[in-house]
């Protein structure tokens, strides 16, 4: 079983509709992160938490909202969605060990807003 | 312009072939990982770099950190099918969280 799930894999939403990208790990990490990737852009952050009761924003925060339920589930949503926020979305874990921090990826969710 | 800059973008091979692949930073870089991503899937974990002058190899792929710490290689010896797919730096700038290169796109020639 992999170690880090998204759920959905893909889904097909119309603009101004309400979206979660849900993630789980059994990985047992404290830090998870939310990133999209555009062609072209490479991913960029959305938010990461290190803990339960830990929530940053990262590069590109507006528009998104995330929720970290447990150590191991890290939800986010797309209050109002708009055809710009269609890319791919990856959840990732890490847990850092000196100075390594790898970060494990999801299989990504492929979101298309219309 | 990015912070990470990856070249080339996209890289068509013959199978049996060599290749390099080159991310470079305007920055000093603190730690750099390589990772690849299938299509389809997620990035899977491949290799990290420290310390300048640092080498590392998995199998047939070799990653190096140049002296002054601003750009690193992937070489890949002999390609096969299985090494297709994007490849992706990503920096460490001592925040606590890792800045991406675009990616460069490999496709292997049978």
């Known amino acids: 079983d992999a170690d880090v799930t998204q759920t959905p894999r893909n889904r097909i939403t119309k603009t101004g509709k309400r979206i979660m990208l849900e993630c789980s790990q059994t990985k047992g990490h404290d830090r998870m992160y939310w990133y999209r990737q555009d062609p072209g852009l490479g991913l960029r952050l959305i938010y990461y938490s290190f803990d339960v009761k830990d929530i940053n924003k990262g590069e590109i925060s507006d528009g998104y909202s995330v929720s970290r339920q447990a150590q191991a589930k890290f939800s986010l949503s797309l209050e109002s969605a708009i055809p710009n926020q269609t890319a791919l979305y990856f959840c990732a874990t890490s847990d850092p060990t000196g100075a390594l921090d790898t970060q494990y990826f999801g299989p990504g969710t492929r979101l298309t807003v219309l | 312009s990015q912070e990470l800059e990856q070249s080339p973008q996209s890289l068509i091979v013959q199978e049996g072939k060599n290749l390099t692949i080159n991310c470079t930073s305007s920055k000093t870089l603190y730690g750099l990982y390589w990772y690849k991503q299938k299509y389809g899937e997620g990035l899977i974990f491949l290799m990290m770099?420290?310390?300048g002058g640092e080498e590392k190899s998995h199998e047939k792929i070799t990653a190096k950190l140049d002296e002054k710490k601003q750009q690193s290689s992937l070489h890949i010896t002999a390609s096969q099918p299985s090494h297709a797919g994007i490849y992706l730096c990503g920096a460490d700038r001592g925040n606590y969280q890792l800045i991406w290169g675009a990616g460069t796109k490999l496709i292997i020639k049978p």
């Open positions: 770099l420290q310390k």
